[in-house]
T-cell receptor
Framework: AQSVTQLDSQVPVFEEAPVELRCNYS??????LFWYVQYPNQGLQLLLK??????LVKGINGFEAEFNKSQTSFHLRKPSVHISDTAEYFC?????????FGKGTMLLVSP | DTEVTQTPKHLVMGMTNKKSLKCEQH?????MYWYKQKAKKPPELMFV???????INESVPSRFSPECPNSSLLNLHLHALQPEDSALYLC????????????FGPGTRLTVL
């Protein structure tokens, strides 16, 4: 079985500041890792994914994440956030065909 | 085109009604999914169809009945729902399953009175 922990339920940050959203996972098998974003009243949109290869993954909208196998982490970062980045962010793992989501982190960007 | 469409966007129904949610994709994906998402919670997997066959049913009550008429369409038939079934219902599709990225639709906001 696998699980995902997003330690921060909410992260407030000022516009143009850097941000890191934390994600830790546990699994008895190799996993694939994903970050999805959900804007209010919308579906989920893929930000980035790690399947194999380089541990630093770049995604859309200036986001990136680093896979750290020894720490079983896949933290999401952005060097400078915008108001429009305000949304719910979900980390997910997938050993096979299904996704296991974390509880989500609400990123609140204020001017 | 990486679009998954869902209709209707909003649905209000009584506990004795029968209604259906519809999901469509034209990306040639062979795996399709139904998720239920309550407010402030992550999506919960309900069903997975792979090559038009039901491959996963996450112990969902029988008042939810999925159907995959063809490789592009996925329906969720609803009957005798309870108020606690009110939620955002999300459809997703992926190439075949496995490591493939799941693409999500915008969801149907369901309210059961």
């Amino acid at each position: 079985a696998q699980s995902v922990t997003q330690l921060d339920s909410q992260v407030p940050v000022f516009e143009e500041a850097p941000v890191e959203l934390r994600c830790n996972y546990s699994s008895s098998v190799s996993v694939y890792l994903f970050w999805y974003v959900q804007y209010p009243n919308q579906g989920l949109q893929l930000l980035l994914k790690y399947l194999s290869g380089s541990t630093l993954v770049k995604g859309i909208n200036g986001f990136e994440a680093e896979f750290n196998k020894s720490q079983t982490s896949f933290h999401l970062r952005k060097p400078s956030v915008h108001i429009s980045d305000t949304a719910e962010y979900f980390c997910a793992v997938s050993p096979y065909s299904t996704l296991t989501f974390g509880k989500g982190t609400m990123l609140l960007v204020s001017p | 085109d990486t679009e998954v469409t869902q209709t209707p966007k909003h649905l209000v129904m009584g506990m004795t009604n029968k209604k259906s949610l519809k999901c469509e994709q034209h990306m040639g994906h062979r795996a399709m999914y139904w998720y239920k998402q309550k407010a402030k919670k992550p999506p919960e997997l309900m069903f997975v169809y792979s090559y038009e066959k039901l491959s996963i049913n996450e112990s969902v009550p029988s008042r939810f009945s999925p159907e995959c008429p063809n490789s592009s369409l996925l329906n969720l038939h609803l009957h005798a729902l309870q108020p606690e079934d009110s939620a955002l219902y999300l459809c997703a599709s992926s190439q075949t399953g496995s490591t493939d990225t799941q693409y999500f639709g915008p969801g149907t906001r369901l309210t059961v009175l």
